[in-house]
């Protein structure tokens, strides 16, 4: 999962020293880019990316390009193989070497990375994050050391650990997107109390601080809603928030997972949620550490379900959404849906004359503020 971007930098600063001395200084202090192929024009060599910084870019060459091939992971040319401008196919990775004007940029190098390659390194680096990386939510923050105390969710859940970043690369989730790709350059500055955060890296001997190589993070937010209109062209809903019956427009896109609790789901989650608040306030068992591990048996058993299309959702409908928060709190791009809450708020409401004992946050029980990062 690391970031492949990063790496085509660092093979940027070889291709540099790498050029040729007959080129000159202006050329050498020339504009790059990085980006996936979107289209090709074989007729005029020309093909268009979409740049990691989210733009449509079009990259020409002539006769004089050069264009290489290096495998996954490469961190320099030392492996690279020339090939072919009509050897470019859609999907792959290219850093592109020379002069941009407007909405064209003129390469005088092409560096590729085979869409086949990208799949073969991601599959590495995901099982690298498995083997080696960490998930919770930000407790403490030390900007003078640099230290982040984490809370750990997933394997060791409750369980706190230091998390030191003075080596490490940062990078902050983007709306509507859990992939680290995606993912923007971030700092230390920018974390926030009760942020989820991934990191990369080694845990001490002792396993009381975890030295970082790569991080991100996000803050997210879980809301319960009322769906008042699908729109089935777009994929948006148009909804009211549970809590305060504010309006709100959820965008769905083909990074959000959905899907519908069934009834026996839902009394499950009811259970757990009565377990939790009949718990003595003055016991261990409340603290929000311990209550941890019931959240994330829920986000379990929801994740465990099926996935369902967004044309399964129907006015009336009750969700529980998860999203990155944004400044327009109007909108939000779900990464995570739950439809079925009302089965759940149900199997919940107390008998006539019995007061609420399960506290509700955004109009759902505390044990949906599950986090939206992987859990190894």
Not at 109 to 130: C, G, N, T, Y
Not at 204 to 222: K, L, N, P, W, Y
């Amino acid at each position: 999962m690391k970031n492949v971007a990063a790496m085509f930098s660092i093979v940027l600063a070889t291709l540099v020293v790498w050029s040729s001395p007959n080129v000159s200084r202006a050329q050498q202090k020339a504009a790059s880019v990085v980006g996936v192929v979107a289209a090709i024009d074989v007729n005029t060599r020309s093909a268009t990316i979409n740049t990691d910084s989210g733009a449509s870019l079009l990259i020409k060459t002539d006769d004089d390009t050069v264009c290489l091939r290096i495998p996954a992971g490469e961190k320099s040319l030392s492996k690279a193989a020339p090939i072919k401008f009509a050897e470019l196919a859609i999907g792959d990775r290219v850093l592109g070497h020379g002069t941009k004007t407007d909405q064209n940029f003129m390469a005088q190098r092409l560096i590729v990375m085979p869409a086949s390659e990208v799949a073969k390194k991601r599959e590495h680096d995901l099982e690298d994050w498995k083997q080696r990386g960490i998930g919770g939510v930000v407790r403490e923050l030390n900007p003078q050391k640099g230290e982040i105390t984490l809370e750990l969710r997933g394997a060791g859940a409750g369980a706190r650990i230091v998390v030191e970043t003075t080596k490490a690369t940062l990078r902050r989730y983007v709306a509507g997107s859990l992939s680290f790709e995606d993912a923007q350059p971030g700092t230390f500055a920018a974390l926030r109390l009760g942020d989820q955060l991934r990191a990369l890296g080694n845990k001490s001997s002792d396993a009381r601080t975890f030295a970082a190589e790569q991080i991100v993070s996000g803050t997210f937010r879980t809301i319960g809603v009322t769906v008042t209109e699908v729109d089935q062209q777009t994929g948006e809903i148009k909804a009211t928030t549970l809590d305060q019956k504010k309006p709100i427009a959820i965008a769905v896109n083909k990074e959000s997972s959905l899907r519908r609790i069934s009834p026996a789901v839902a009394t499950a989650i009811a259970q757990k949620a009565k377990a939790e608040a009949a718990k003595p306030a003055n016991t261990p068992a409340a603290t929000p550490q311990t209550q941890k591990p019931a959240v994330i048996d829920v986000q379990h058993m929801i994740d465990a379900l099926p996935t369902v299309p967004v044309t399964d959702i129907k006015s009336g409908d009750v969700l529980a959404v998860t999203g990155a928060v944004q400044k327009d709190e109007s909108r939000l791009v779900a990464i995570k849906l739950a439809a079925g809450v009302d089965l759940v708020l149900k199997a919940l409401a107390p008998a006539p004359g019995k007061t609420q004992l399960v506290r509700l946050s955004a109009g759902l029980p505390t044990v949906f503020d599950f986090s939206v990062i992987p859990i190894n």
